[in-house]
T-cell receptor, first 113, second 111 residues
């Protein structure tokens, strides 16, 4: 019962470097999300995918790109990392229907120096 | 734009001392209000969904209630293992199942 799996768990990048955060879910959910969590700001939506083949911007998409590779996998890419992107990143998935709660992964703690 | 405000920011209780956490919200067409628990270094863990005013849900020492403007998470006779951050989120109509979160209430229960 893995649920939502994120890799890596920790990462340190230098300013300007790129990286991809990976996320996979095994619950056959239609919708997937990427959030970032910063102290005092709560969870903010970066991008989401309502269903396979679609992606849309959330509240804070600048500096990020996403790919919905298939129904299971949703990746988040930082093309040129900046210190402002230091955060904890969470992937989540849900059935995508009315009122169904989202299930979260364990998070990726990213530091950009 | 959907908005969620949680209060208090932090709450310290003694074991057995009951209290309530508040979640005030504005949303265009509520599809669901969600409560999550988050432990340090972990992802949020789903607790409850409430759909309409007047609805209540219970799980062990936790009870969630919903009105048209706010939700309460009542904690009865808490134990130290209830210590965590509790997050509230709303899902509005036409938002493709996106959740808007509050900043959470950090609960500490001491012996």
């Amino acid at each position: 019962n893995a649920g939502v799996t994120q890799t890596p768990k920790f990462q340190v990048l230098k300013t300007g470097q790129s990286m991809t955060l990976q996320c996979a879910q095994d619950m056959n959910h239609n919708s997937m999300y990427w959030y970032r969590q910063d102290p005092g700001m709560g969870l903010r939506l970066i991008y989401y995918s309502a269903s396979e083949g679609t992606t849309d911007k959330g509240e804070v998409p600048n500096g990020y790109n996403v790919s919905r590779l298939n129904k299971r996998e949703f990746s988040l890419r930082l093309e040129s990392a900046a210190p402002s992107q230091t955060s904890v990143y969470f992937c989540a998935s849900s059935e995508g229907t009315r009122g169904r709660g989202a299930f979260f992964g364990q998070g990726t703690r990213l530091t950009v120096v | 734009e959907d908005q969620v405000t949680q209060s208090p920011e932090a709450l310290r209780l003694q074991e057995g001392e009951s209290s309530s956490l508040n979640c005030s919200y504005t949303v265009s067409g509520l599809r669901g209000l969600f409560w999550y628990r988050q432990d340090p270094g972990k992802g949020p863990e789903f607790l409850f969904t409430l759909y309409s005013a007047g609805e209540e849900k219970e799980k062990e020492r936790l009870k969630a209630t919903l009105t048209k403007k706010e939700s309460f998470l009542h904690i009865t006779a808490p134990k130290p293992e209830d210590s965590a951050t509790y997050l509230c989120a709303v899902q509005g109509a036409g938002t493709a199942s996106k959740l808007t979160f509050g900043t959470g209430t950090r609960l500490q229960v001491t012996l």
